[in-house]
């Protein structure tokens, strides 16, 4: 397919071509369609468009806007991710390498919706370009020139390896995918502060801090976005903390728009408390609460137990419920003590087992006594030793207080009660 080559890429190639008759009414893009959602630009943008002819554009702002081919594709990037793109603010031949070193973009060698076509002069120099459409195996390329024309069109075959220029001091060096790099979503989350658009055709003071006395660092133009990460009132005003051109300071934001607030974080939900039911189900299956007063201290054990320990304590008295009741004796009904077959329930005359202190139950008073009567301390009442011994093995050791301290804990199950 024969290549039209329309118009001039910059003023110092001198080349002159016809230029596309362009539509006296330039509708906004969002109205015009396009495939996929991309809108293509097939006409000049009106001086009003603030991604060309504002200090929003980099390129106007420092005096090298339009005609320019780098001003021209960093503006039209702009208006296709809808942010400001992460483009070389050099010269044309400087955007390849740029995105390569940056690891702004992907890129490569076949053309796609959007990307921005690169050229550098092996005589020094280069140009930049947007492919607008591909159809029918022909790419069309949006462009301005330096010194040239604002705006005019290009074409290539699909399969061209230099980008539809033939011209033997150009070298084609590849497509810039702006449209695969962070989408708008990616980029408002990646912000760490709300995002404002300044409106205000003189621009807003950027200033050391929240307040007109504070002097001023900067001027941040008319449609600069800015990321704001706090705000503050101070002399009637909204002041936002944000930082442009390498300087951090406040700026007013009554003359500011508010783009993209983000979102606060997340908290956790709150808890619940338990229902009556969950507390009545926690409550069975807790162990025995440990007493609020402290145990009374007591020696280490000693390295060997003490067995058939005997007591010279003073009986207590039948009508007190105490551990004189148990028979001290073993008889037909009560089987031999080192045997583990006594009967479950709770029977009228019944006594249980690991009640070292006769006091109708089981606690970690109960091992601590234990632990003071192998360690000499305190001895258990005599008619009591029986129940503390809790593995029936006819002594008294610190196994039996062991198993206390599990019984009270739910870590274990023993034979509650003997007759």
Known sequence: MAKRLVALFLGLMMIIAPVAVVSAVELPMAELGGKDGFVPRLTAPKSN???????????????????????YAWGRAYEIMGYEPDLSLNDADTWWDYNKENKSYPYGQTPKLGAVACWNYTTGGGHVAVVEKIEDGEITF????YGGKTFYLTYADVGASNGGIDYYT???QGYIYITEGQSKE???ESLKGDLYRVD??????LRKGAGTSYSTLTAIPDGTEIVVTSTKKAEGYTWGKTSYDGFTGWCVLDFAELIYKKPEPTKPPATEPPTEAATEATEATRPEV?????????EPFPSEPLENVTSTFDQATPDEATCDQIPTEPSESLPSWGESTFDEGTPDEAFLIGDANGDGKISIVDATIIQKHLARVKEIPHNCIKLADLNGDGKITVADATIVQKKIAGIIKTKSYIQ
Do not use: Q
């Open 49 to 71: 468009n603030k991604y060309y002819y504002s200090d929003l554009n980099k390129y106007e702002r420092f005096g090298y806007g339009m005609p320019n081919c780098t001003a």
């Open 142 to 145: 949006s462009n301005s020139a």
């Open 170 to 172: 150009w070298d084609f």
């Open 186 to 188: 990616d980029y408002y």
């Open 200 to 205: 205000s055709y003189d621009g807003v003071n």
């Open 290 to 298: 440990l007493p609020t007063e402290p145990a009374e201290p007591f």
